[in-house]
């Protein structure tokens, strides 16, 4: 064949929307003898990439860092001072609790970048008149065990719900309630979505309520006692401006803490 008729086919049928009409010219022109196989088979794979695959195009960085394939690093994690020692070896009856790990978690990656969003944001709650403490203290950095780094609420379901001031693309939440003390917050459920009220594209990223006494539907998450490294939730690369966290009551008591909610993420493009 000659070599100009081969630069022109390919040239021709390896580009835009020409592949595919193209490639149905080359079998038609190898049945009759112009085009060799080979180059037949060529075009014909151009033509229909492999699954997952799209030939001829480039992947946005922010696309990338939402579905985790941006270069990924360890998040800046600043945990506080343990309060106590361990965890307790024996459950509460009726606890759904996570299995034990042993040594401390491992670090989460997520791709380069990634850092706190949530420092300082605006925090309103279902608990209008908190009994200890202000709102603004779920993210002001402290946290650490004592006695003024906490806000509680009142008792049965209650919720906080930070305003990240514009969308974001999430990563991961790290939650502390109160933890001075060993214990279980019930019904632990941490939502996302794009409005205020909680109506618009609304998103479940954590739920631990087994009987759906939330009203939020049934949770398969695990219930989790409290230390000093907090609950890391993965979030996976979702896209919301608002953050709302649930509880109800715990181990300890009927009322609701928080210590410090992090967000880790980045600008929404």
Known sequence: ?????????????????????????????????????????????????????????????????????????????????????????????????????????????????VRCISGGKPVTSSDSEPIVGSLSLVTDGDKEANSGSYVELGPRLQWVQIDLKEPHVLHAVVLWHYHASARIYHDVVVQVADDADFVTNVRTVFNNDHDNSSGLGLGADKEFWETYEGKLIAVNGLAARYVRLYSNGSTADDMNHYTEVEVFGLPAK
């Open 1 to 113: 064949m000659d070599s100009r008729i081969g630069a022109f086919w390919l040239n021709r049928l390896l580009t835009g929307a020409a592949r595919i009409k193209g490639a149905a010219r080359v079998v038609g022109a190898a049945a009759a003898g112009v085009v060799p196989a080979a180059l037949t088979l060529a075009v014909l794979l151009a033509a229909h990439p492999a699954h997952g695959q799209q030939s001829g195009s480039t992947t946005p960085a922010g696309d990338a860092a939402r579905d985790g394939r941006a270069e990924q690093s360890p998040i800046e994690l600043k945990l506080p001072r343990p309060a106590f020692k361990g965890t307790p070896k024996n459950a509460p009856a009726g606890s759904n609790l996570e299995a034990p790990r042993k040594g401390p978690r491992p670090p989460f990656m997520a791709p380069k970048g």
